[in-house]
């Protein structure tokens, strides 16, 4: 960096794509709740990423002399009801969370944002009659039941969890996006852009969809919430993770039938979930502002 | 003026032959649908010639933009040729279409919604120049630098967004986007409509300076009477859809022959005291377009309407030199 701006300083213009950046940077510094999820957001992935490292217990090693211990020195969140460290298991779930929910909002993004743009701008048959009606057709079932079903029919494991959850979430992309869409491509910079010569595909991508990114950022990461959500009540049904895996879901059900007497098996799990998708929001909307160069 | 006279020497850089554009309305039941149509440009044919300034003034509402894209091809005609350089575009394919987007440009009115937010200025401007290849890569940000200068920018402005900007430097953004791909007619679809009357006439001394700069010929599309007298060397008055007078400049604000040309022009504000000019009011509003009078479209508004305007519609022709009215009186 230092060289590349070396050149520009003996003109006495400053870099612009640097002066970009740093204002970027700028924007997303400002804004403190989202350095806070941005530094949590990362702090998960990293636990996820080093779980082997830093459980001080095999979480699925069961200790039938210290069941349903509450928190200590040794078991920091205490021990569930067939004697598992909750620390150790809540770490390693993370893994399994973090990857369904992005992976799951990765898939439908991959699968939405494509055929939202495509059936907004372009509109006419293909849009009116079989998207729209096909994304009618997968709303109308409860998410739940939607997910069970597909889940049941791809069978149990994560993966197809993932797949199952990410199917579900695509068609409130489409709409999403193809909604935006529509309300840009009326707009004056978009038919500036088709009378200056500019193929589909770049006013598209370059135009519409960075003007679209914000309800797209808002939409990802409520997703990714609910998708860590889904895959949890998946796994509480037996279609997910599977047993003896640690799964936030999974022990957040198993927890809850020792509600009164270990609260902490379903507490910690909990909590988790909650920090995660507080945290991915917080910093999915430092992101989003960010990218606008309206803030300053 | 030297131009109007000897106007067989100059060649028609553009020229529209009986110009339809139909909105269909979306009536009816889902079965049946409803046959009505907006008829917002109806059988419209005029020429400009290299060089000139065309100007068209009517109300709003009357199919002034609607025919601006319509000869840009950004919404296609219903009916009708549109002949730039003696071939006909309205039957252009895409891949042809992007390519006379270089001769043809066109300025939107609202400089805040022309613009798109999340790019600089200088990406939105290299993006064009380097989509029709108008220079070599390397020498992509001198060209854009020099096109912002020639707007009256700061060359800094490149690495500006729009909404660092105010109204009028928005418009010469504008501006510099219909000049990057160095066009020869460009379409000022209401250009200055939205700015202060102070920045109005900077951005009219703007597009004058670049008109003689790089010999540019202009459609300029107004509901203001003043600007389009100030710019154009033609004026057509539209109506409806359908132009009802077109003539040279001096002709039509001096002697305008059709009623609704005089009615409209009697309505510009004037500051001298001497002549006390006779006001025409007219009668009414505009009819909808969506159910245009038989005849004569003005005949409901017209002062001096007959039977025969009722009935039949009136053709448009020459009546002196260079002057085209269509009333059955003049």
Redesign the interface.
């Known amino acids: 960096m230092e060289q590349a701006t070396e050149a520009n300083v003996k003109q006495k ?1 400053p870099n ?1 794509r640097v ?2 950046f740093k204002a970027m940077m700028g924007r997303f510094f400002q804004n403190k709740l989202a350095v806070l999820g941005g530094f949590f957001t990362f702090l998960l992935i990293f636990m996820a990423i080093f779980a082997s490292v830093i459980v001080p217990h095999d979480p699925i090693e069961q200790n039938y002399s210290e069941i349903m211990m509450s928190p200590s020195a040794d078991h920091w969140f205490g021990t569930d009801e067939i004697g598992r460290d909750i620390f150790s298991r809540v770490i390693y779930g993370a893994q399994v969370s973090l990857q369904a929910g992005l992976i799951s909002v990765g898939i439908a993004l991959a699968v939405g944002v494509p055929i939202g743009l495509i059936s907004g701008y372009y509109r006419g048959f293909w849009d009116e009659f079989v998207i729209m009606r096909f994304t009618d057709a997968m709303l109308s079932f409860p998410p739940l039941v939607l997910a069970l079903a597909l889940a049941a029919v791809l069978g149990a494991g994560l993966e197809n969890a993932m797949i199952a959850i990410g199917i579900v979430l695509t068609p409130n992309f489409i709409r999403l996006i193809r909604a935006e869409v529509i309300a840009h491509r009326e ?3 978009v ?9 589909d595909w ?1 006013i598209i991508l ?2 519409i969809l ?2 679209t990114l914000a309800p797209i950022m808002v939409q990802a990461t409520l997703a990714i919430a609910s998708a860590i959500i889904s895959e949890a009540s998946l796994s509480y049904l037996g279609l997910g993770t599977q047993p003896p895996d640690p799964s936030w879901g999974a022990m957040l059900a198993d927890g809850q039938g020792y509600l009164s007497d270990a609260p902490w098996i379903a507490l910690f799990p909990g909590i988790f979930i909650f920090i995660t998708v507080l945290s991915i929001n917080l910093f999915g909307d430092g992101i989003r502002d960010m ?4 803030l300053k | 003026m030297q131009a109007e006279k000897k106007p067989q020497q100059q060649q028609n850089l553009l020229e529209i032959k009986g110009l339809k554009k139909y909105f269909p309305v979306g009536g009816g039941s889902f079965f049946k649908k409803d046959n009505t149509y907006v008829k917002a440009v109806d059988d419209v044919s005029f020429y400009v010639k290299q060089g000139e300034t065309l100007g068209i003034v009517g109300e709003s509402g009357c199919g002034k933009s609607t025919m601006g894209r319509a000869i840009l091809q950004l919404q296609t005609p219903t009916e009708g040729e549109v002949l730039f350089e003696g071939q006909d575009i309205s039957k252009f394919k895409p891949k042809q279409l992007r390519e006379l987007r270089k001769d043809i440009q066109i300025i939107f009115q609202d400089p805040f919604g022309s613009l798109n937010q999340r790019m600089t200025v200088g990406a939105m401007l290299s993006e064009i120049v380097r989509v029709h290849r108008i220079v070599p890569r390397s020498e992509e940000l001198t060209y854009v630098q020099k096109l912002l200068k020639d707007v009256g920018l700061n060359p800094e402005h490149y690495w500006r967004y729009p909404h660092e900007f105010s109204g009028g430097q928005r418009q010469r953004v504008s501006i510099a986007r219909a000049l990057a791909v160095q066009p020869k007619l460009i379409i000022c679809d209401e250009a200055v409509s939205a700015l202060d009357v102070s920045v109005q006439a900077q951005v009219l001394n703007l597009l004058q300076k670049l008109k003689r700069k790089y010999n540019l010929t202009y459609i300029f599309i107004s509901h203001d009477l003043s600007v389009v007298k100030h710019i154009s060397d033609r004026v057509g008055v539209m109506y409806l859809g359908k132009l009802v007078e077109l003539s040279d400049k001096h002709g039509i604000y001096k002697e305008p022959q059709h009623p609704y040309t005089q009615a409209l022009f009697s309505a510009i504000p004037d500051v001298s005291v001497q002549e006390k000019k006779e006001r025409m009011m007219l009668k009414g509003d505009v009819p909808s377009p969506l159910n245009v009078p038989s005849g004569c479209r003005f005949h409901t508004r017209c002062p001096l309407a007959t039977e025969q305007c009722k009935q039949e519609i009136p053709e448009f022709r020459e009546t002196k030199d260079g002057h085209k009215v269509a009333c059955h009186l003049v």
Do not use: F, Q, T, V
Request: no cysteine; proline share 12%; aromatic share 4%.
């Open positions: 213009i612009p002066e970009m707009r004056e910079y038919e500036a852009g088709k009378a200056s010569g500019l193929r770049r370059i135009h960075p003007n990218l606008d160069p309206k």
